[in-house]
């Protein structure tokens, strides 16, 4: 004679294996019968599958191969911020570096802080070089994979 716990705790285990799809059709009929009358095993099938559709609905969106794709108008701003940075920046990071070989009074500092300028320009454009360089190598990737 069973009782009715000892029965839950056959079902149990095929609950989640029903979910994921593991399950003959005769462990599947079986397991249909026993939740049709147990509140409890039913309850915990809601619950489970449940938290497997959650799970794929949170997982999905973040998988590498599910992103979507970037938006380039967001891109914009960005990009006119950084040109007309650039703009200003450039022509003052000339003048200096002029100034800083023809002008023998500059003070120290001056010369240092324009020096440190032109230095962290130069490795900033040859950062952001690479970096379009290889956007650009993913790009055509991607082309090549559609
Ligand atoms: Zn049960």
Redesign the pocket.
């Known amino acids: 004679m069973t009782t009715?716990a000892s029965?839950?705790a056959v079902?149990?285990p095929l609950i989640s294996g029903a979910l994921d799809g593991e399950l003959t059709q005769q462990e599947q009929q079986h397991l249909q019968l026993?939740?049709a009358e147990?509140a409890?095993?039913q309850r915990l099938y809601t619950e489970l599958e449940g938290m497997q559709q959650q799970l794929r609905a949170g997982i999905a969106p973040t998988h590498p191969l599910h992103q979507p794709p970037v938006n380039r108008a967001v891109r914009f701003w960005p990009l006119l911020g950084w040109l007309l940075l650039l703009l200003g920046v450039l022509p003052l990071l000339g003048y200096a570096g002029y100034q800083l070989l023809t002008d023998p009074q500059l003070p120290v500092w001056v010369r240092l802080a324009m020096g440190s300028m032109i230095l962290g320009a130069v490795v900033l454009f040859i950062y952001v070089a690479r970096q379009r360089v290889m956007a650009a190598r993913t790009d055509n990737y991607k082309k090549v994979k559609l």
Request: proline fraction near 0%.
């Open positions: 009715e029965k839950c079902y149990e026993h939740i147990c409890k095993c």
